[in-house]
């Protein structure tokens, strides 16, 4: 049972949007902590997708976007593209300054 | 560039103690704010974040496994070291130890390991 709450997946036809919720508490997301978003491919190990929110690392496509609400934050990825299909994970910080992760969204491209 | 990689075994037997170690190049865990975390993932499930050291020897633990879970570092070997007790076929998992603090940026490939005995 993951901390943060993730839909276990959701789908789209390429070129569509697609949102990827990730839901806290006041504990953890909701006490202000940072969110950051990381995309899995099959046997590998993820990749830093989107930290602090909003900010995403160099070389990163702007297709991918996050945002960060209350006790709650998004991915949204625009232009799916096939490529895009991942397991994708929500991370953040908690009152007891440990991290904590979501239980992972699988992106399927339709 | 920023390389981590973990070690240590594959198989561990029931009730004995896990150690892995990371080992980095391209920074230093000297700096001031540089971090490596370690995280594991069972076949098939989810990620979970275990343990956090920095640069200053703040320790940071997952609260659920913070009786069995101990991160150290030496920073000259450019190595950190995790050790967890009492082994479970549920810690049955791959273990990743990666770069930063309070995002991870740079991962390891990662070390499965199987707790069978």
């Known amino acids: 049972q993951s901390v943060l709450t993730q839909p276990p997946s959701v789908s789209g036809a390429p070129g569509q949007r697609v949102t990827i919720s990730c839901t806290g508490t006041?504990?953890?997301?909701?006490?202000?902590?940072?969110v950051h978003w990381y995309q899995q491919l099959p046997g590998t190990a993820p990749k830093l997708l989107i930290f602090?929110?909003?900010n995403r690392p160099s070389g990163v496509p702007d297709r991918f976007s996050g945002s960060r609400s209350g006790t709650s934050a998004s991915l949204a990825i625009t232009g799916l593209q096939a490529e895009d299909e991942a397991d994708y994970y929500c991370?953040?910080?908690?009152?007891?300054?440990?991290?904590?992760f979501g239980g992972g969204t699988k992106v399927t491209v339709l | 560039q920023i390389t981590l990689k973990e070690s240590g075994p594959t198989l561990v037997k029931p009730t004995q103690t896990l150690t892995l170690t990371c080992t980095f190049s391209?920074?230093?865990?000297?700096?001031?704010?540089?971090?490596v975390g370690w995280i594991r993932q069972p076949p098939g499930k989810a990620l979970e974040w275990l343990a956090l050291?920095?640069?200053?020897?703040?320790?940071r633990y997952s609260p659920s496994l913070k009786s069995r879970v101990t991160i150290t570092k030496d920073a000259s070997k450019n190595q950190v070291v995790l050790t967890m007790t009492n082994m479970d076929p549920v810690d049955t998992a791959t273990y990743f130890c990666?770069?930063?603090?309070?995002?991870?940026?740079?991962w390891g490939q990662g070390t499965m390991v199987t707790v069978s005995s």
């Open positions: 990666a770069h930063g603090g309070d995002a991870f940026d740079i």
């Open positions: 391209g920074f230093s865990l000297r700096t001031t704010g540089v971090g």
């Open positions: 050291i920095y640069w200053n020897d703040d320790k």
């Open positions: 006041s504990s953890n997301i909701g006490a202000g902590y940072d």
């Open positions: 602090a929110n909003t």
């Open positions: 991370q953040s910080n908690d009152s007891s300054l440990s991290g904590v």
